[in-house]
Structure formats: C-alpha cells, structure tokens
T-cell receptor, first 114, second 111 residues
C-alpha cells in the first residue's frame, strides 16, 4: 500500500463552523505534512509532524490546529476560518523526516469557506 | 528572485514531441524533486535526484549540481502527460523537511 488518503475530497464551510480534515497512510511513514495550495501556485508548507510530534509550524494562524493521534493518522482541525483560507489542502508523508526522503502526496481536500 | 525558478511557465506541444522543462535553483541543495500535478489536485512524485540522471519510462530527469540546474524530459509526449510539473528542492540536513517549490510549468499536449 503506497497510498496517502485524504477525506473529505471537498468541503464547504461557513466562517463560524468547526470542521476537520483527515489524512491517513499505512506505509509506516514517520513524517507527515500539511500543505496549503492556492490556485495556480505551488504548495506552501504548513506543518510537519515527525514521529508524532509537531516539528515545524510555518507561522500558521491558530484557526488551523493540527493533530497526530498516531503514526498513521494526521488531522487538521479548522475553526473560524476566513474566505481567503479557501484552497486545496494537501497531506504528504515520508518514511522519515529528512533531506533525501521522497514525499508521497494525498489527493487533497478542496476547501471553500463562505 | 525566487530560490527555485522554472521555465517555461506554460508549454503547449503536439503529441509525439520531445519536451524539456528546466529548473534552476540558487541555494545549496541535498536533493531535487520533480512532481506532477494533474487537474483536480493530486501530486505524484516523479523523481528525486541528488546527482546524475534518472529514467522512468518516457521520463528522464537530469541534474547538474555545479550549474545548479535540472531538466525534466518527456519523450514521445502524449495528451495524458498534460499536467503541471513542479520542481522542488530540499536544502541541507539543517533545513529539516522543508521543500522549496518552483512555480510550476503547465504542460498541454494536444492530440
């Protein structure tokens, strides 16, 4: 199994809603990543989890709250988002964190904030 | 100036043509990745290079560390190759797991 899965595929939410994005991999990878991608732009790193601990937070607003309950699962909790947060949210994983590791990407969750 | 620059930004080709996409970077790197993103979002990692050349099917990737330059070649292009191709670099071990991405090259292959 070389797949990273993400749910839901699409999400529409209001600015007062609370929702969560889910990412799962069963490759035994110990590094997992959240990226945000706006249209026609490259992905921007948001968070990195390394061995289930948050190792990188790229100054992301607190309305985005990541969680890594176990080595296979990564969540992104969303609360009080703004319309400008509408984007494609990509999850990725790699065997270990590090410079020469290939990252495997999920299909993304397309988020629209109204 | 971006740390990673790709050219061209957009590329249209006829089926069967040989395609080259270029990536130049300005920082020291430990690895360079070529990624493919189809409409709809999913990203596929095509290659990871730290030196030399790699080939997979009709795709060839090369890197010249001294010149800080990499190329992605597609031989006998096909409409299903239409996608955005992204070059991403990773610095040394002290840069952690951060990838620095280029802006991408939108490739359209017409039948």
């Amino acid at each position: 199994d070389t797949e990273v899965t993400q749910t839901p595929k699409h999400l529409v939410m209001g600015m007062t809603n609370k929702k969560s994005l889910k990412c799962e991999q069963h490759m035994g990878h110990r590094a997992m990543y959240w990226y945000k991608q706006k249209a026609k732009k490259p992905p921007e790193l948001m968070f990195v989890y390394s061995y289930e601990k948050l190792s990188i937070n790229e100054s992301v607003p607190s309305r985005f709250s990541p969680e890594c309950p176990n080595s296979s699962l990564l969540n992104l909790h969303l609360h009080a988002l703004q319309p400008e947060d509408s984007a494609l949210y990509l999850c990725a994983s790699s065997q270990v964190p590090g410079a020469r590791e290939t990252q495997y990407f999920g299909p993304g969750t397309r988020l629209l904030v109204l | 100036k971006n740390e990673v620059e790709q050219s061209p930004q957009n590329l249209t080709a006829q089926e069967g043509e040989f395609i080259t996409i270029n990536c130049s970077y300005s920082v020291g790197i430990s690895a360079l990745h070529w990624l493919q993103q189809h409409p709809g979002g999913g990203i596929v990692s095509l290659f990871m290079l730290s030196s030399g050349k790699k080939k997979h099917g009709r795709l060839i990737a090369t890197i010249n560390i001294q010149e800080k330059h990499s190329s992605l070649h597609i031989t006998a292009s096909h409409p299903r190759d239409s996608a955005v191709y992204i070059c991403a670099v990773r610095g040394g071990e002290t840069s952690g797991s951060r990838l620095t991405f280029g802006e991408g090259t939108q490739l359209t292959v017409n039948p």
